[in-house]
């Protein structure tokens, strides 16, 4: 079957460094994708990975490893505002998108 | 621009009775779909359609029907509602390239209560 792993939810404090990890098995592979979540509203894209390696965006950074089918979401200098839940979906063989749960991050001042 | 609308934002809707959840998108993307999330749970998707015309059944489509009669609208629609089918319902589209870097948008979502 098709599975996607990431921790149920991470404290953090604001101005630290926390890492979500996403772990995925998947029939086929094209790609994932982290997307943020914050309370009653709808997912908002934060980033694509297809190729290992990190991606950079302003704060936020990911990074992939298809060979161990592992990813993660980086985010510095938090700020209150990015407490939220992070989704994890990977793209399978028939470019269909797999949902992981979704780690909640709660930031404490 | 509105990207993606869905209407109503929430409804309480006795079991046995019908109904459609509208979704309207001004992006003219090609790919819409339907998504279901529940506490706990990964989105789930319950219907597709990869352009006008044509629609596909994702991983829980039981008790869900949709139509594609056009680019911008994708309306689901419930038959006859059970209470396993409270959720928040979210409309999503993209380009529709048929790659893997298709970035998904998503509307405001639909909470639906079945009693």
């Known amino acids: 079957g098709q599975n996607i792993d990431q921790p149920t939810e991470m404290t953090a404090t604001e101005g630290a460094i926390v890492q979500i990890n996403c772990t995925y098995q998947t029939s086929g592979f094209n790609g994932l994708f982290w997307y943020q979540q914050h309370a009653g509203e709808a997912p908002t894209f934060l980033s694509y990975?297809?190729l290992d390696g990190l991606e950079e965006k302003g704060r936020f950074s990911s990074f992939l490893s298809r060979s161990k089918g592992y990813s993660y979401l980086l985010l510095k200098e938090l700020q209150m505002k990015d407490s939220a839940s992070y989704l994890c979906?990977?793209?399978?063989?028939?470019?269909?998108?797999?949902w992981g749960a979704g780690t909640k991050l709660i930031i404490k001042p | 621009t509105a990207g993606i609308t869905q209407a109503p934002t929430s409804q309480i809707l006795a079991a046995g009775r019908s109904m459609t959840l509208r979704c309207t998108q001004d992006?003219?993307?090609?790919?819409m779909y339907w998504y279901r999330q529940d506490l706990g749970l990964g989105l789930r998707l319950i219907h597709y359609?990869?352009?006008?015309?044509?629609?596909g059944k994702g991983e829980v489509p039981d008790g869900y029907s949709v139509s594609r009669a056009n680019t911008d609208d994708f309306p689901l629609t419930l038959a006859s509602a059970v209470p396993s089918q409270t959720s928040v319902y979210f409309c999503?589209?993209?380009?529709?390239?048929?790659?893997?870097?298709?970035?998904?948008?998503f509307g405001p979502g639909t909470r639906l209560t079945v009693l």
């Open positions: 359609s990869n352009t006008a015309g044509t629609t």
């Open positions: 979906a990977v793209t399978d063989s028939n470019y269909q998108l797999i």
């Open positions: 992006m003219r993307h090609n790919a």
């Open positions: 990975n297809v």
């Open positions: 999503a589209s993209s380009e529709g390239r048929g790659q893997g870097a298709d970035e998904q948008f």
